[in-house]
């Protein structure tokens, strides 16, 4: 095979319900729909001889066989559904000993054979979740892609999801059989849920696969969700070609799909199925999480549950459908290499009547797929040594018609059941085998074996170990703590480190870093900021936390009150209050003679204004209290930790906002404008004076003449500075029309 593309095509949902084999004694199934010409048929196998109750409500059958080792029977066809609809069609079967029990449906027709088989899950074996797996219906004769549920309770809730997002809920009575059909679409993809278990079989009326040149039945029993596997040995149909569904149980799965010449690995999510193209060679299947695989025949069709490696069995009761239709028929039997002869059918070796041998790719290789011929009927097929196991398919072909299913399926044999792994170690279960994941400290098959903990050394910085059963114990040196003294004790844990300073742990020690302001071992003593003297002009120090404030005299300002203050200077500030941070301040004031801006925080609110500079102090970090003050028009944005406004280069000017006043130096509201804008001021004439607009315009600025007739200005201007509307300098005489 060149090449193998994958499409992604319908979704799936998992459960949790034990699972057992193909073997029981209690069975509900039914029959696909197929025509009123057809035949059913059931075929039941065992080891020895028993009884089997047959209940049919629908034909009014109620009897009891007695068999030997092999039973069959037939149907009247009306036990069929036609269409989507809910019928009591159910099969009820009873035995008294163990048996696999097997479903036919076979039809002769002009246009060619239609058959197919299905191998019977008993009552124990069946789920609560179910992946449907059919093919595109052939549309000319309206041959359906169909389903049907069977229930095995009563008063069972069924819901069905179907791939198009739509879903039904249907209520169903034990042996109800609720059947969807679809002449049109193909229904690979719908979900079956239900509150109890159930069985389903799905399928085709009649299908192409891969365009195929005979339309043939699709029929296959489905095995429930929780019972799929993660590797998968695929056996060849002779020389046919044929292809595989694979569907994923969980999300974010891995798949590899290899033959003889090519690997492919794909990512599925949960709910999901991918197709291979075809191919006429062995493939191997193996994913991280478990996946089901179904095989399709091209030509003749059919469909099949492929087992995983782990539900292989040692001993097969079979039946080969006897019908006169297919006039060959075959086994499949994949197996180790080595054991190939260790087989037997029917209490001989088959070696005379192979037919075909292919071998299996990496990491696989070391199994055989062998082809037997083989007659219709009754046959038991096992191996000479009890712990081989092997996979066996059954399936048959002729011109115009085909069928194939799995023997017997090891749904799950667990192991793990009689806990055989010690102290609490981990069983992972195997085909006929377990093995044990011993916790620390244990060995052995069973980690029944306890070894000592302390030979690797694990009790670090000089820590003495002292071993016990699946245990050690570590006394460690000074300094140090922890299971293996791993933790270097931290003495920062008290924070010795007083006044914000950083403490950095050593062993049995530590340093301290002092925040700025402060000295010590513990950073205990407050540097004097005033030693240096740092207020001029007669000032008064005032000694804080890494900082001072300085109260000037008369006439002087500043940080150190080295600025002369001019005192008929009136500065425009910034007048707020409640703000939660400075760039939200809308408004502005003229201070009085002497006053200078002011920014005051307390606790988280800001407000801005002015003051007489003897309220101003330095910014303490540490304080819930600061008040900072500066001698520039709008020097007050910024302070006590805010640092205001964005930088103009990042935002559009702040502009006077004002929509009448009498005067420029009367606006005192304020608005940040967009960047694609610029600040505007506009002079009016009204009665025997003039009033004001300023505020944002968007760009470009548009001349005088662009206002409204009877309201033009006579007198505009735009700039893009921070407050920059505060003088009208382009005047035009305009003519007013009324």
């Known amino acids: 095979m060149a090449h193998m593309y994958w499409v992604i095509l319908a979704s799936l949902f998992v459960s949790a319900v034990p699972l057992k084999s193909t073997k029981g004694r209690e069975f509900v199934t039914g ?21 089997v109750e047959l209940y049919v409500p629908y034909l009014g059958i109620n009897t009891t066989y007695s068999f030997n080792r092999t039973f069959s029977t037939t149907f009247n066809t009306s036990l069929q559904l036609y269409g989507t609809r809910i019928g009591r069609n159910g099969v009820y079967i009873k035995s008294s000993v163990d048996i696999s029990v097997y479903a036919s449906t076979y039809m ?48 069972t809730k069924v819901n069905i999801s179907f791939p198009n997002g739509t879903s039904i809920s249907k209520t169903l009575n034990w042996l109800d059989v ?71 149980s969980q999300s974010n799965n891995k798949v590899c799909v290899k033959d003889s010449s090519f690997e492919h690995c794909s990512i599925m999510d949960a709910n999901q199925w991918l197709e291979s193209v075809p191919n006429n060679s062995s493939l191997v299947v193996s994913s991280q999480k478990p996946i089901s695989v179904i095989q399709y025949n091209g030509n003749p069709a059919y469909m ?66 062998l082809t037997f011929g083989i007659k219709a009927g009754y046959h038991v097929m096992t191996s000479t040594e009890t712990h081989v196991v092997f996979g066996l398919i059954v399936f048959g072909m002729w011109t ?43 060995s052995g098959r069973n980690c029944e074996i306890d070894v000592n903990e302390c030979a690797s050394s694990p009790c670090l910085h000089g820590g003495t170990c002292s071993d016990g059963v699946n245990v050690y114990t570590c006394t460690c040196s000074a300094g140090f703590s922890g299971r293996n003294c791993e933790s270097n004790i931290n003495e920062c844990a008290s924070s010795p480190c007083i006044h914000g300073g950083t403490c950095s742990d050593g062993v049995n020690a530590y340093t301290c870093s002092c ?72 408004s502005v004031k003229r201070c009085g003679n002497g006053e200078v801006c002011v920014v005051e925080r307390t606790h988280i609110t800001y407000r801005s204004g002015c003051a007489n500079s003897s309220i101003c102090s330095t910014y303490y970090p540490s304080s819930s209290h600061c008040a900072e003050c500066c001698n520039n028009d709008y020097c007050n944005g910024r302070g006590c930790g805010d640092e205001g406004l964005v ?27 967009n960047k694609h804008q610029s600040c505007s001021v506009e002079e009016y004439e009204w009665l025997d004076h003039t009033h004001f607009k300023l505020g944002c315009v968007d760009l470009p600025c548009s001349a005088i ?34």
């Open 31 to 51: 029959f696909l729909s197929l025509s009123p010409q057809c035949t059913l048929k059931l075929d039941i196998a065992s080891n020895t001889n028993g009884d």
């Open 108 to 155: 002769y027709q002009p246009r060619g054979n239609a058959e197919d088989t299905h191998v019977c899950l008993p009552v124990q074996s069946l789920g609560r979740e179910y992946y449907i797996a059919s093919y595109i219906p052939y549309q000319v004769f309206g041959d359906p892609s169909l389903f049907m549920v069977i229930s095995a309770f009563a008063n």
């Open 178 to 248: 609720y059947q969807e059909a679809s002449p049109s679409n193909d229904l690979t993809g719908t979900i079956v849920q239900s509150s109890k278990p159930v069985s389903v079989v799905s399928g085709t009326s009649c299908a192409y696969v891969f365009k195929s040149s005979e339309c043939d039945m699709l029929g296959e029993q489905m095995i429930p969700t929780n019972s799929f596997q993660t590797h998968f040995i695929i056996p060849p149909i002779l020389s046919n070609q044929f292809m595989v569904r694979i569907f994923s």
């Open 304 to 369: 099949t549950i492929i087992p995983g490696i782990r539900q292989f069995m040692n001993s097969y009761t079979f039946v080969v459908p006897d019908d006169t239709m297919i006039k060959t028929h075959y086994i499949s039997v994949t197996i180790l290499s080595s054991a190939s002869l260790t087989l037997r059918l029917d209490e001989k070796s088959p070696g005379d009547q192979l037919v075909d041998t292919a071998y299996v790719n990496t990491p696989f290789n070391n199994y055989t797929i």
């Open 400 to 442: 115009l018609g085909a069928y194939g299913f799995p023997a017997g399926i090891n749904l799950d044999i667990d192991e793990c059941a009689s806990n055989p792994c010690l102290y609490g170690s981990t069983c992972s279960n195997g085909v006929n085998s377990y093995t044990c994941t011993c916790r620390g400290g244990l």
């Open 515 to 586: 925040s700025a302001g402060f000295i010590g071992s513990n950073c205990g003593t407050d540097i004097n900021e005033c030693a240096s003297s740092p207020c001029l002009h007669g000032g008064t120090c005032s000694d804080g936390v890494n900082s001072y404030t300085c109260t000037c005299s008369f006439g002087f300002s500043g940080r150190n009150c080295g600025i002369i203050s001019d005192s008929n200077e009136q500065l425009v500030c910034y007048s707020c209050e409640g703000m939660s941070h400075l760039e939200l301040c809308d």
């Open 647 to 673: 930088s103009r280069h990042e935002r559009g000017p702040l502009c006077y906002d004002c929509n009448h006043v009498r005067t420029i130096h009367e606006c005192t509201a304020i608005r940040p404008c």
């Open 705 to 738: 003449g662009d206002g409204f007739l009877g309201s033009l200005p006579r007198c505009k201007s735009c700039c893009d500075q921070d407050f920059c509307n505060t003088n009208c300098t382009l005047h035009q005489t305009v003519a007013i029309i009324g």
